[in-house]
């Protein structure tokens, strides 16, 4: 599935932090683009890649973090509707609140919702080794 999204963040004071970029997942694989920085995943790594910077951070995924695995939030946002208002949900569209417990609420708001067949797994990966030797690569998996 491909989508566009906007996500804000409101600690009390009014929306806040708005971002807005692109995500492309299949199962628990994702590459999201956002703020400047492109993330990928094969559903165990996470590459986060800085482009403008030429840094490159690696770790392993919390596949139980809606935040951080754009595809756990597309599929089982049901399953947290103790903490999740949906404002509107259409064939191509979905605009959910989550409320956190220290009265911070998250917007996010994802459009041009298309599913389509599966397709290579290795569009998730990030290869670091043909990077320039100008980039900073960090691998912080244990």
Request: net charge negative; aromatic share 10%.
């Amino acid at each position: 599935m491909t989508f566009d999204y906007v996500y804000s963040l409101d600690q009390g004071k009014g929306m806040s932090e708005v971002t807005r970029g692109s995500v492309t997942a299949q199962g628990n694989c994702f590459v999201v683009s956002g703020l400047g920085l492109k993330s990928y995943s094969d559903g165990k790594t996470l590459w986060m890649v800085d482009e403008k910077a030429k840094e490159v951070v690696i770790d392993e995924v919390a596949n139980d973090d809606v935040f951080t695995n754009p595809a756990l939030l597309i599929s089982s946002y049901r399953s947290f509707m103790d903490k999740i208002k949906v404002n509107r949900e259409g064939s191509d569209s979905l605009d959910l609140t989550i409320a956190l417990d220290d009265d911070t609420t998250v917007r996010f708001v994802l459009s041009t919702v298309r599913f389509s067949d599966p397709s290579d797994l290795s569009a998730f990966t990030f290869v670091t080794a043909g990077l320039p030797s100008s980039y900073v690569v960090t691998d912080l998996r244990p």
